[in-house]
């Protein structure tokens, strides 16, 4: 069983950066696509980023191509969200996800088997 926790979470002011992390724990985690979704309130949680097994394939949504940078070590089981020139469009609750047998570029939420319980990223303006 995969687990999965994300922290770095917090308030930054717009036009700042933030970077957050998973953990994974369980499974072997090299062999997983990776991913983050997010969730602002009162809003369908969305697609942000995933990266492949390797971490030599990625892929964004539109809204964060050229400010979010995703990564992952797989000798520290751990993936990462490098955050840019955020505005306050980007506060949500961001989670982490993996799969098994999902390709990079998959958007669906319901795809993704494993979910983190969530870290809250705030933007003020």
């Known amino acids: 069983q995969v687990q999965l926790v994300e922290s770095g979470g917090g308030l930054v002011q717009a036009g700042g950066s933030l970077r957050i992390s998973c953990e994974s724990s369980?499974?072997?985690?090299?062999?997983?696509?990776m991913g983050w979704f997010r969730q602002a309130p009162g809003k369908e949680r969305e697609f942000v980023a995933s990266?492949?097994?390797?971490?030599?394939?990625?892929y964004y949504t539109d809204s964060v191509k050229g400010r979010f940078t995703i990564s992952r070590d797989n000798v520290k089981r751990a993936m990462y969200l490098q955050m840019n020139s955020l505005t306050s469009e980007d506060t949500a609750v961001y989670y982490c996800?993996?799969?098994?047998?999902?390709?990079?570029?998959?958007?669906?939420?319901?795809?993704?088997?494993?979910w983190g319980q969530g870290t809250q990223v705030t933007v003020s303006s």
């Open positions: 369980g499974g072997t985690f090299s062999s997983y696509v």
């Open positions: 990266i492949s097994w390797s971490g030599g394939t990625t």
């Open positions: 996800v993996a799969d098994r047998h999902l390709r990079v570029g998959v958007r669906q939420d319901n795809e993704f088997e494993y």
